[in-house]
Structures are given as C-alpha cells and as structure tokens.
C-alpha cells in the first residue's frame, strides 16, 4: 500500500507481552503452604480469599486487597473462570500460591474489562479459610479436669471465657479482655447455634476449641464491622461455671413435696383470687426459703410474668382457684407452668 513501498526491508522493535499454547494448562507455584494443612480443599466447599491479578508482564488488573474484603465462592462448580476454579481446589487454609492460567482457561480471545484478549492470567492469591455447606461443629477438648462428672445440657446456666478469632488467627473479641465471664443459658438462642452446640456436654473446668462454620456462625452477611460474612470462626473456651437447669418446659420447680393447699397459700388475703404480686411474693418466698428453684440465668420478674400469664387463663389479671393448675394436672400445651 502506501506505507510500505516495494522491496523495502522491514524492522520490527519487538516486547513480548506473554504466549501460551492452546494444549496449556494451568500452572501453580506454591509460595506458602503452613505446616498444619488438616483438610485441603475439594470441589462443593465454600472458599474466602484474597488475591492480586496481574498480566504475565506484572500489568495490575485487580485486587481484593483493594476492595479491603475477600473473594468468596464455591469451588469446583463453575462460579469463576475454569482455570481458577481448577487452582483453588487442594489448597489448605493460610496457603499462599500463584495461578497461571492461560486464555482459553481465563477470559479467552476477547478478554473482560481491563483484560486484553487472549491474555495469560497471573493470580497470587491467599487463602483465608473455607468450609463445605455439610459441615458441623468441630470440638477439640484441650484439658479435662479428673472429676467430670457433671455435663453442661439444654437449659443449665454457664458461665465461661473465650477468644474468638478466624481461622488465619485474627483475633475477634475476648472476655478476657473485658474482664468478665460470658453467660448463657444452654439452649435458649442467646449464642448462634454453632455455640450452643459447642458448649454441650461441658464440665467445669474444661477447656476446647470450637470452630464454627458460618451456616452455624453468622452466616453470609457477618456482623458488620465485627466478624466477616462467611467467616469460619474459632473459640478457645474455658468453663468456669455451671448451674444446672430445670427440665425443658418448665420455669420453677418443687424441691420437696407440693402442699395441697398450695393455693390457699398464695392467696394471701383469702379472697379466692390471687393477683400478680400476690404469686410473685410467694414464689420469691419458696426460692428464699429452698422449697423451690427457678430456671437459672432469667430475669425473675420475666418468669414470675410468664408464669402467671399461663396461669391467667382468661386474661383478666386475676387467677382463681379453677384456674390455678400445676403443669402435671395440665393436658400437654405448648406453654411453661408451675
């Protein structure tokens, strides 16, 4: 054409971006692999990390690490490019490696975005923590006292302290740190239900790590500023204390046999009816006095409510004596009686 003429000699400056050929596969170079590797991920588990993605010339294109939060997804199931979905399976949590991977495994000839077409890829990536949505509750017991006799169960009041970090070791909270011990009780939804489940069968004294994935944990979304979505945590617990619970259902409890006035009783003026302070002074009285036990770790003045409010059968503020029932004499309800 007109730039070059006829017989002309040709010069080529040339720079090498990358090449690959069609037959390629990935590549990966291992960086850092922790000498503690328990589990190594495998197709259908569920990975946080980070990674920078450069061109094969060092040409940044992205980073998590900008975005101040992890990549997270499913493995082996078709959710990020082939050749990524092909470098994040084997890794163990804390491994650092490097993904080659060439165009027809990346973005192929036309590329994405900052991304030219037929592009090798170079991923350097860090894996946070993963899990498998089969996953349950992970319990080490690091220390047993001899005497451990008497087990934590649904409804027993503890008392214990606790650190809670990630699986890479960033530390989350400590009640060590505060001071104060962390109590519950067992069972009652005041802890996420990988807690509640970590702390069953506990004796006193006792001292596990717990790690929680986060379908047990705080799930998808995390507590803002606090625990990342989709974060597996992990807590070193100590129980320093257990007070024993009362059966499921019931709020109070008779330590000896129940009087067969027990209404009479309550009724302290007589007038066949008993009103909300009347119950609630006699109920104090028998914890007072050891004739009875409430549930441990509520709020008295909650349960003495809720106590009367079922013995309340038709809402009127008052409870007379066809009203007044123990839980054995009731038929099988849904609710907590005497």
Known sequence: ????????????????????????????????????????????????????????????????????????????KGYVIAGMDEGLLGVCTGEKRRIIIPPHLGYGEEGRGKIPGSAVLVFDIHVVDFHNPSDSVSITVNYKPSNCTVLSKKGDYLKYHY????????????????????????????????????????????????????????????????????????????????????????????????SPNLFEEIDQNHDGEVLLEEFSDYIQAQVDSGKGKLAPGFDFEKIVKNMFTNQDRDGNGKVTAEEFKLKDQEAKEEHDEL
């Open 1 to 76: 054409g007109k730039d070059i003429p006829g017989q002309a000699s040709l010069v080529f400056d040339v720079v090498l971006l990358d090449l690959h050929n069609p037959k390629d596969g990935i590549s990966i170079e291992n960086q850092h692999v922790p000498e503690s590797c328990e589990r190594r991920s495998q197709t259908g588990d569920f990975l946080r990390y980070h990674y920078n993605g450069t061109l094969l010339d060092g040409t940044l294109f992205d980073s998590s690490y900008s975005r101040n939060r992890t990549y997270d997804t499913y493995v082996g």
């Open 163 to 258: 650190n809670a970090s990630l699986l890479d070791g960033t530390l989350l909270d400590s009640t060590h740190s505060l001071g104060k011990t962390y109590n519950i009780v067992l069972g009652s939804g005041q802890v996420v239900v990988g807690m509640d489940m970590g702390l069953q069968d506990m004796c006193v004294g006792e001292r596990r790590t717990v790690v929680i994935p986060p379908h047990l944990g705080y799930g998808e979304d995390g507590v803002e500023g606090e625990v990342p979505g989709s974060a597996v945590l992990v807590f070193d617990i100590e129980l320093l204390e257990l007070v024993s619970g009362l059966p499921e259902g019931y709020m109070f409890v008779w330590n000896g046999e129940v």
